[in-house]
């Protein structure tokens, strides 16, 4: 049941008065919480309010929203062709939008001391000779970096992009939500998707729903990054009480059980995560890592399209072969040595270095294409580990992810050390010889090592280590792009109170920080109300 359109005093009479038609929508998408639906009204109530203050009651109006989201497992490979494992939790955006009769769009936000009004006009940013070429058009925009309103005109400019020759009407909008800002919990894209499904709805324009993930994901490039969809198809398709297993090329969908007697604490290190050319650089480092895999074995590239494709049963050898192939794979190349070693790919390597920085140190190659293999073998196992409740196999793979991104180790009552995920290829030749080893072997799995994508940071390293030690914890580990953002606890149902004292006396209040850990409950995906 949608309500749809309608005048938005009438919006605020349903909400305050909690009419059975605006409880039974909010039961199918929140379920009967009393607690979580008091806090959605309140936000509901939120975004109607600053829309009324800004443009009044009596316009007709529609409220999208999109929730946050977390990864169980899978990071940093929905856009390799992984699998990831997604809940839509209970924190979200919710948008109210009025179609104008012009092409301005207005935005105004609930926390109207942080985010100003803005407005811009479509025609301006993108005029019609501009349409058409998506990537070229964005690689030409000056934009004020980490601006929220980005990700109102990404949503906005790239639907007018894809339907050219159709002059599109603004919308007036007011935003409320309350997902933790760079927290890794997707509050940017929360708002990329509520407002294209307002605006194509208001527009009476349609993308395909399966489609709607990777436009939503090339309608982000437009704030400077050059991730997946992941996050976008978590908030589109996900279902209340049920986790999200899906990957990319193609999309595939599949719904699995929520795990029984555990429950998922979001934990915020309240460090905002690095602007996006970290994320672009190791999202350029996967895909120099494979280009340079099928310079050298050229019998295997048909069958490489994408960096989950670097596994033993697709190439149909062993993964001793997988390790040897890395092999090839210095631990540190720079811009020049890479384009030495791939002189015919210069109009690729161009676009893969144009959004970043050169590191300094030079590319972690075969680190990175190590954790990204590992990774895609982790995610792909989530499936059969929930399905039969085998939370404490989840919780190693979960622990072993996060290795991968992790900058420091906190052991108990020592100063922290430095960690150094690079592999050596002394390193791959033990993991080679513990094949051989029938004791050995299944330490030497694909999916037990944890190569080095290096986007942890202390904050997080230490939340981690410390969740880890209370009893009836069984896996902790980042969850969104990391150098930031939240930790995700799995804990017994039970122990979730001593973890939160524990996390609270042990990491917040000596930070001076509270109201910093989520219970994660699942709700339903985006859409209109």
């Known amino acids: 049941m949608i309500i749809g359109q309608q005048k938005i005093s009438a919006w605020q009479n349903d909400v305050g ?87 301005r769009v207005n935005i105004h936000n609930a926390l109207s001391d942080r985010f100003e009004p803005r407005e811009f006009s479509i025609n301006e940013l993108l005029p019609p000779q501009k349409r058409g070429n998506w990537l070229d058009y964005i690689e030409t925009v000056d934009i004020i970096q980490r601006d929220w309103e980005n990700y109102i005109r990404a949503a906005i400019l790239h639907a007018q992009d894809h339907f050219a020759d159709t002059p599109l009407k603004g919308m007036d909008i007011a935003i409320a939500g309350d997902i933790p800002i760079a927290a890794g919990l997707s509050s940017s894209s929360s708002l990329v998707v509520s407002a294209l499904e307002a605006f194509l709805h208001l527009n009476n324009l349609e993308v395909p729903h399966l489609d709607k993930a990777e436009f939503c994901g090339r309608a982000e490039w437009y704030v400077g990054t050059r991730g997946g969809s ?28 929520l795990p029984t007697g555990y ?76 384009r030495e070693a791939l002189p015919d790919q210069s109009d690729q390597l161009d676009t893969l270095f144009s959004p970043h920085d050169e590191p300094v140190e030079g590319y972690r190659v075969r680190q990175v294409v190590l954790f990204g293999i590992a990774e895609c073998a982790r995610s792909a196992q989530c499936k059969h580990l929930l399905e039969s409740d085998d939370m404490e196999g989840f919780g190693h793979l979960k622990y072993c992810s996060h290795d991968g991104d992790r900058q420091f180790a906190f052991p108990n009552n020592q100063p922290e050390s430095v960690i150094d995920n690079s592999i050596s290829e002394s390193h791959i030749n033990q993991l080679i010889a513990q094949l051989d080893d029938p004791k050995q072997a299944p330490h030497a799995q694909l999916h037990h090592q944890s190569g080095g994508y290096d986007c942890s940071c202390k904050e997080l390293d230490q939340l981690v280590d410390l969740a880890s030690q209370v009893p009836g914890v069984v896996g902790a580990g980042l969850t969104g792009g990391g150098l930031g953002g939240c930790v995700l606890v799995f804990v017994r149902d039970d122990a979730v109170n001593h973890l939160i004292d524990t996390l609270q006396e042990s990491f917040y209040t000596p930070k001076g920080l509270s109201d910093a850990m989520l219970v994660c409950a699942s709700v339903a995906g985006s859409g209109l109300i």
């Open 17 to 103: 008065n909690r009419t059975p038609k605006m409880i039974d929508r909010f039961n199918m998408l929140y379920g009967a919480d009393v607690d979580i639906l008091d806090s959605r009204i309140s936000l509901f109530h939120q975004a109607l309010e600053t829309f009324a203050t800004a443009y009044g009651t009596e316009r007709d109006a529609i409220i999208s929203r999109a929730p946050g989201r977390i990864n169980l497992l899978g990071n940093h490979i929905d856009h390799r062709g992984g699998h990831c494992n997604y809940i839509a939790v209970n924190r979200e955006t919710i948008l109210v939008a009025s179609l104008r009769t012009d092409d």
């Open 230 to 257: 992941g996050d976008h198809a978590a908030m589109l398709y996900a279902q209340r009480q049920s986790v999200l297993h899906l990957h990319f090329f193609p999309l595939t969908i599949q719904e699995l059980p």
């Open 263 to 338: 429950r998922v604490v979001a934990c915020n290190s309240c460090v905002e995560h690095a602007p996006p050319g970290i994320f672009n650089e190791r999202i350029a480092t996967y895909e120099m890592g494979l280009l340079l895999i099928k310079q050298h074995y050229p019998q295997y590239a048909d069958h490489l399209d994408h960096l989950r494709d670097l596994n033993a049963n697709n190439l149909n050898i062993s993964l001793a072969d997988i390790y040897r192939l890395l092999k090839v794979l210095p631990e540190r190349m720079s811009r020049e040595e890479i």
